[in-house]
């Protein structure tokens, strides 16, 4: 099995960060985002990588190169343009012929990868998506009426819980079938598609948490956490 892992973002919430460096490069401790990504997937059992590529691309090919060094074996689909998540994934059709994982290049995560990739199995699914039990308190209280107004209940900042993507999929080759060539595609349309049309999607939920490095304040949050458990503060 091989691992798509979506590495062509601009990073434009993260800017001046990556006015010079690719998302996926910046570092978490003191290694890149993509090199903890390689690392997770390897202690997977997934040694096979295809790194979607563009928006400064050389400073990613410079660093894993073959990925020999890393103890996996790298290929690249490069893209002149951006092409949203799923239009990212498309340049890699050329080298997938079975069920592969794909993750966007910007989290990190924290679950059983080899158990999801089982239950995808089991399932025979097309697609299966992570999901994270997300918990959140709403920030106001919450009045529930009848029909014809009267008050019934009032329900103070309640907790709300929901599954949330985490951005890390196992999918069948057949998923390409479902993305348009060379145009922005996002991976939310493809699942939408999918099950319209009556293929499997399924969901493999896990509380085990992931860090979401979309902005900022998340980037610092994951380099605070990380340096934590690493014993540095």
Same mark, same amino acid.
């Given at each position: 099995?091989?691992?798509?892992?979506?590495?062509?973002?601009?990073?434009?919430?993260?800017?001046?960060?990556?006015?010079?460096?690719?998302?996926?490069?910046?570092?978490?401790?003191?290694?890149?985002?993509?090199?903890?990504?390689?690392?997770?997937?390897?202690?997977?059992?997934?040694?096979?990588?295809?790194?979607?590529?563009?928006?400064?691309?050389?400073?990613?090919?410079?660093?894993?190169?073959?990925?020999?060094?890393?103890?996996?074996?790298?290929?690249?689909?490069?893209?002149?343009?951006?092409?949203?998540?799923?239009?990212?994934?498309?340049?890699?059709?050329?080298?997938?012929?079975?069920?592969?994982?794909?993750?966007?290049?910007?989290?990190?995560?924290?679950?059983?990868?080899?158990?999801?990739?089982?239950?995808?199995?089991?399932?025979?699914?097309?697609?299966?998506?992570?999901?994270?039990?997300?918990?959140? %308190?709403? +920030? /106001? $209280?919450?009045? =529930?009426?009848? @029909?014809?107004?009267?008050?019934?209940?009032?329900?103070?900042?309640?907790? #709300?819980?929901?599954?949330?993507?985490?951005?890390?999929?196992?999918?069948?080759?057949?998923?390409?079938?479902?993305?348009?060539? %060379?145009? +922005? /595609? $996002?991976?939310? =349309?493809?699942? @939408?598609?999918?099950?319209?049309?009556?293929?499997?999607?399924?969901?493999? #939920?896990?509380?085990?948490?992931?860090?979401?490095?979309?902005?900022?304040?998340?980037?610092?949050?994951?380099?605070?956490?990380?340096?934590?458990?690493? $014993?540095?503060?």
């Amino acid at each position: 099995m091989k691992a798509v892992i979506l590495a062509g973002g601009l990073g434009t919430r993260l800017r001046p960060l990556t006015n010079n460096t690719p998302k996926p490069m910046l570092p978490i401790g003191e290694k890149p985002i993509l090199e903890h990504l390689i690392n997770w997937t390897k202690k997977n059992g997934v040694k096979s990588i295809v790194l979607c590529v563009s928006y400064l691309r050389e400073t990613i090919e410079d660093y894993f190169e073959d990925g020999e060094k890393f103890g996996v074996k790298i290929e690249y689909a490069i893209s002149k343009k951006q092409l949203a998540t799923a239009g990212q994934l498309k340049t890699a059709e050329k080298f997938i012929d079975d069920d592969f994982v794909c993750m966007y290049g910007d989290s990190l995560f924290n679950f059983n990868l080899k158990n999801m990739i089982k239950q995808h199995a089991i399932k025979k699914a097309l697609i299966t998506m992570s999901l994270n039990e997300y918990k959140t %308190n709403f +920030p /106001y $209280g919450v009045i =529930e009426t009848s @029909k014809n107004g009267k008050v019934k209940s009032w329900n103070e900042k309640p907790e #709300i819980k929901a599954n949330i993507n985490m951005g890390c999929y196992i999918m069948n080759s057949k998923v390409f079938d479902l993305i348009p060539k %060379n145009k +922005p /595609y $996002g991976m939310d =349309e493809v699942i @939408k598609k999918a099950m319209k049309r009556k293929n499997i999607v399924n969901g493999f #939920i896990t509380k085990k948490g992931f860090s979401d490095i979309g902005n900022k304040e998340s980037y610092k949050k994951a380099c605070e956490e990380y340096d934590k458990k690493s $014993g540095k503060k």
